[in-house]
């Protein structure tokens, strides 16, 4: 499918929900393991997201249309859900996110981005320049692949217990 | 974690509502593609879904309390949805999910299963013995797995939109 602000917008829109629908109130056994040494439990990813709404998507979309490649976008913190999170649940995570990202999608629409918008570029500070359109498609797959590593993360933890299905499940290899 | 009954059915409770919050209303273009020839899109899925309701985990965790090793489970077929699923809406099938599921795990509450009775076997037509535990949690495994596998799908509809994300996105893999 090519590129539409409407439909980025119906997925963007309904993460939070999504989320809380597959986390909240669950048992620790569930939010809190992750997949090994270096890497993300249920519980760190909310936090990440979090993060991502205060400091990344929309603040990296406001350089490209008021700076241009002039101003390099900040780089992107992806440890700093593990200061951030410190003494909050899993339920007040959820929450905080649902808040940000409703308030960030007043942004962007506010934004009143036209088709000639989605076209001027930034400098990611990796992988040098991007689209509003690539940057706005990205928040989109960010989302979605973080539901995706939540539901794989969650699935192990049941690695050994499903027995010789393990073989059969792709979502456990 | 050990296999636990109630856990598991904190998660078997709310695939519905997680798979409606994802996907419904959503258009088309989010909804009807796939991944290329022979694999499925988030509408096969949930038709997919269904007839495991049907046909597979109660059935199954039926024979193997009622038979034992006796009878072999029937074999499922993967292909049914395509016939199933014929001129219904996907926001039907969601509906059609969730009735099932309540249904079953109502059912799956009035088994009064034991800690001795997870432990008892059935034959699955092509790996042979497996536990009623087994069972279950490949039942769990299952949802989460076409969780991530809904959630892939829909990511990479925008695989060319992202631009240098592309390379950096797992999900798009």
Do not use: C
């Not at 809190?32 to 979309?61: C, F, M, Q």
């Not at 976008?73 to 808040?99: H, I, V, Y």
């Amino acid at each position: 499918m090519k590129f539409s602000l409407e439909k980025s917008i119906h997925i963007l829109d309904r993460t939070p929900a999504v989320l809380k629908t597959l986390l909240r109130n669950l048992p620790e056994d569930w939010t809190a393991p992750n997949e090994g040494p270096d890497t993300w439990s249920p519980y760190d990813v909310v936090g990440h997201l979090i993060h991502g709404e205060k400091t990344d998507w929309i603040p990296r979309a406001r350089i490209i249309l008021e700076q241009g490649e002039k101003q390099p976008f900040t780089p992107f913190d992806r440890f700093a859900q593990f200061e951030e999170s410190k003494g909050k649940t899993l339920n007040q995570l959820l929450d905080e996110f649902e808040s940000h990202r409703t308030d960030n999608i007043k942004t962007l629409e506010s934004l009143n981005i036209s088709q000639a918008d989605l076209t001027k570029t930034g400098i990611h500070p990796e992988f040098g320049a991007v689209t509003l359109e690539n940057l706005l498609a990205a928040w989109v797959v960010h989302d979605l692949g973080h539901i995706y590593q939540i539901s794989r993360v969650m699935a192990k933890q049941y690695t050994n217990e499903v027995g010789p299905w393990s073989q059969y499940m792709g979502v456990l290899k």
